[in-house]
């Protein structure tokens, strides 16, 4: 029974592909094609996984990446750098809105550059050198970008301008980044939620006091995708874990202390303040007292200058009767002078002429007494009376 069944199930397949032959080639092609393909996808599996490895080998892609909410410290790179096996490199990465002139204002990722991990392949112009230089994703600008300038939009809030040591960099290359194995550069919260492309800057053209991130490169020859690999990665994801969450612990301490000092401060300050704004008050109510007292002094120098300007015055007047006084006593001294040598030659006049009345009337008496005469005696009394009279009047 098996046999016939088996002798008719062929012969009808041979009919069947007798009389439809051309079916029968075109599924044999495709059977084929999709052997070929498969094959294709075996061989090209190992080629492109072995020219990743060399890539992301050759620029150095990280194996982690470690974050913190309290930031990172140079200490935690050092720390993280010391331990076996390890190559570690602090890094700030933070996405801004960007003023791109004619490509107006769109959101970039800012990387600073890295010198051990996460190489960038500079693929036109230079790597930025200068803190004010950048180069910018080769995905999504061409090489006319080179030598324009990019600027940090005032949209940004202020704790991303601060981040910031300059407000424009001039670009001065464009280069892909290992961090970026397709066209996605991710979502961001910023504008329309999507990343356009990324820019690399130097470490000085950040104004951070922290890391925002470390990469983590294991060192070994395993190839990615392989089990090793995996091994490696997994037999240092719990140390690397329990290590990033000790320092966090050291920076989570280190930032409660220096938060306690910033309370401390305030407290001091606020202290000082208040003691500040008492002793204001005092020395307001003091500098108050005194503007009243200088004013009053100054009212009272007014009115003591209005005193002495009038005293001036009178000085003045006084010296002015003064000079006139002086000019008429030296004027009435002057006729007094005169008056007096015409008086003195008046008086020597009537001396002289007193002088010989006397001699006369002596001469007068002697005749008299010689002659007897009465009437001459009186006569010559009479006019010694004249002469007395008239030199009295003198």
Known sequence: ?????????????????????????????????????????????????????????????????????????REDVQYFAEQDGITAEGAVSLDFIADIGTEGEVVLKAHSITDSVNRLNISYGRMAEAGNECVLDSQF?????????????????????????????????IA?????????????????????????????????????EILICLQGNSEVYSEEYKDLISAKQEPLEKALEYR???????VEDARKKVSDAQKEYEDAHEKYLAEKADAEAELDQAWEELKDADQ????????????????????REYHKSV?????????????????????????????????????AISQIEESGLLDQHTQLTETILSLEAALSQI
Do not use: C
Not at 156 to 166: C, L, P, Q
Not at 331 to 339: F, G, N, P, Q, R
């Open 1 to 73: 029974m098996v046999m016939i069944r088996n002798s008719a199930w062929r012969k009808n397949n041979r009919r069947e592909i007798r009389h439809t032959w051309e079916r029968y080639i075109a599924i044999l092609a495709i059977i084929a094609l999709g052997t070929g393909f498969f094959a294709g996808l075996k061989i090209t599996k190992t080629a492109m996984v072995k020219n990743l490895d060399n890539y992301v080998s050759e620029q150095q892609l990280y194996d982690y990446r470690l974050l913190s909410t309290l930031g990172l410290t």
């Open 141 to 173: 600008f061409s090489e006319d970008i080179v030598g324009s300038k990019i600027r940090i939009s005032s949209a940004n809030d202020e704790d991303t301008i601060k981040a910031f040591a300059y407000k424009e960099y001039t670009v001065v290359g």
């Open 176 to 212: 892909d980044s290992v961090n970026y194995l397709n066209n996605e550069r991710g979502t961001t919260s910023l504008a329309n939620g999507s990343v356009y492309a990324f820019v690399s800057l130097p470490e000085d053209g950040f104004s951070t006091e922290y890391y925002t």
């Open 248 to 254: 966090g612990e050291l920076r989570y301490q280190d």
């Open 300 to 319: 009272e120098i007014k009115e003591q200058e209005e005193i002495l300007r009038e005293g001036e015055r009178k000085i003045a007047e006084a010296e």
């Open 327 to 363: 000019q008429d006593y030296e004027k009435a001294l002057k006729e007094y002078d005169t008056e007096k040598a015409d008086t003195l030659a008046v008086l020597e006049s009537r001396q002289a002429e007193l002088n010989d009345g006397r001699k006369s009337i002596i001469s």
